[in-house]
């Protein structure tokens, strides 16, 4: 697969501004009301569902450019695509200088901690992925369930796959899916798992370190209100397992867990191939009439584009363009978060935009062969660990930058180009809640019981 989103210089670089320019504007208008908005509590039952300022940003961008009035043309949620590859980059930049600081973790951290990552990898992939292939989720199934998509997936996925691919739509799906949900769900999941009495506290608590702030926080809660003498270990524990799951993360995604999640999801197509047939009018077993008005409608959107001249190609956005403008609204959302405007927010967008540019540059070097996300997370690691002379002032730059304003505007912008996928999201529809629930649960368990296994071993 390859990306339809283009970050070069365009041949039509007049005809790429013409449509930038508003959906920056519509970027910056929504996610500003979303950050004004803040986040809300909803109650369900004994728990809550927490609806950030990002999800706001998705949803109401997600209206505005699939609304029947005046729908977003079609260019407009291409440039956003084309954008969106460059707001992640942003968002990778600013979670390595975020790991640099946890560098010796690494090096402390017993096995037990380093094992459960492999929990990860298994339970999503061992579980999640066959179930999405049986429930016929289509090549979105890569996306869904290489991990339990948290903010980096976006970029492994874009970068392998581009913004316009089946893989990022079931990204965006299951990062919908775990943002609303996911902290309730791992909530019980964690309380019902303690409550069994087999699994050393400690062991839960590191099996809630899923590279989630919002799951681990909800996790470690439930192990910790079970066990209130081992409260401030529990979230010791739970906090540190999930810094490794986001240093290890990474680099597992990018080189084991995407291109395994690939080759497993082809082989499993290739051994059952009615299940990789997408549903349509002329399959047999094609499934329900749901699926077959969703590939309809999206043969009939891309048959009226074309016939509204969209077959001029992909819009191309140039780089020296997008940056400077998703730099402007990621400053100007930044300081509604932090309650004012700082130079500090400034300089921390300027030293992340500097890092995206050397490792771009370093990938183009390597003609590909090494993702540019590899070389960001990497070097904005090392410049910030404690073995760099500069790393206290690029950390206190670059963390005035609130991460979830980065976020605000990332999923604002995924929002705006979401138009033009709802036919194919909408036949994703419902898959993604037992996907969604497997993947969160298998995740989490696998990691307990590999914690639980170590630790038995390390008691010896």
């Known amino acids: 697969m390859t990306s339809t989103t283009v970050l070069s210089a365009p041949r039509r670089t007049r005809g790429s501004l013409a449509w930038l320019w508003p959906i920056g504007g519509l970027a910056l208008l929504i996610a500003t009301l979303s950050q004004i908005v803040g986040p809300k509590v909803i109650p369900v039952g004994f728990a809550a569902i927490t609806i950030l300022p990002m999800v706001w940003g998705i949803l109401a961008g997600g209206i505005v450019s699939s609304q029947k009035f005046r729908p977003l043309p079609r260019s407009l949620q291409s440039a956003a695509g084309a954008l969106m590859g460059v707001s992640v980059l942003i968002l990778v930049g600013s979670l390595a200088f975020t790991m640099g600081p946890n560098l010796p973790l690494l090096f402390r951290a017993g096995p037990a901690l380093l094992l459960q990552e492999v929990g990860h990898l298994l339970g999503t992939l061992i579980l999640a992925l066959p179930l999405a292939v049986m429930l016929k989720m289509g090549p979105a199934t890569i996306g869904a369930t290489f991990s339990i998509d948290r903010e980096g997936s976006f970029a492994m996925v874009s970068e392998r796959y581009g913004t316009d691919s089946h893989p990022y739509r079931g990204v965006l799906s299951m990062y919908v899916f775990g943002t609303i949900f996911g902290a309730v769900f791992i909530s019980l999941l964690a309380s019902v798992t303690a409550s069994l009495g087999i699994f050393d506290p400690l062991a839960l608590a590191m099996g809630a370190g899923v590279g989630s702030g919002s799951m681990m926080a909800a996790g470690a809660a439930s192990v910790a209100a079970q066990f209130p003498e081992l409260k401030d270990q529990i979230f010791a524990v739970a906090g540190t397992s999930n810094i490794i799951t986001s240093l290890l993360g990474v680099y597992v995604g990018i080189w084991i867990a995407l291109p395994l999640a690939d080759k497993m999801y082809h082989a499993l197509i290739r051994r059952f191939p009615h299940l990789g047939a997408p549903a349509n009018a002329g399959t047999a077993a094609a499934g329900t009439a749901a699926d077959v008005a969703a590939v309809e409608s999206a043969a009939v959107e891309s048959a009226s584009a074309e016939a509204e001249g969209e077959n001029r190609g992909p819009v191309k956005v140039p780089l020296y363009i997008a940056m400077p403008v998703l730099t402007v609204i990621g400053i100007f959302i930044a300081s509604i978060a932090a309650g004012g405007f700082s130079w500090n927010i400034v300089a921390g967008y300027l030293i992340i935009d500097a890092l995206l540019l050397v490792g771009m540059g370093l990938s183009r070097l390597c003609r590909g062969k090494v993702p540019s996300m590899v070389f960001i997370i990497t070097l904005g690691a090392l410049a910030s660990s404690p073995v760099s002379p ?61 914690a639980q296994f170590t630790l038995g071993l390390g008691a010896h």
């Open 390 to 450: 500069f790393a206290k002032s690029l950390i206190t730059m670059v963390t005035s930058v609130n991460f979830l304003s980065i976020c605000t505007v990332v999923l604002t912008v995924a929002g705006l180009s979401l138009g033009k996928d709802i036919p194919l999201l909408r036949r994703i529809g419902w898959r993604i809640v037992p996907v969604g629930l497997i993947a969160i649960a298998s995740s989490y368990l696998f990691s307990v019981v590999i």
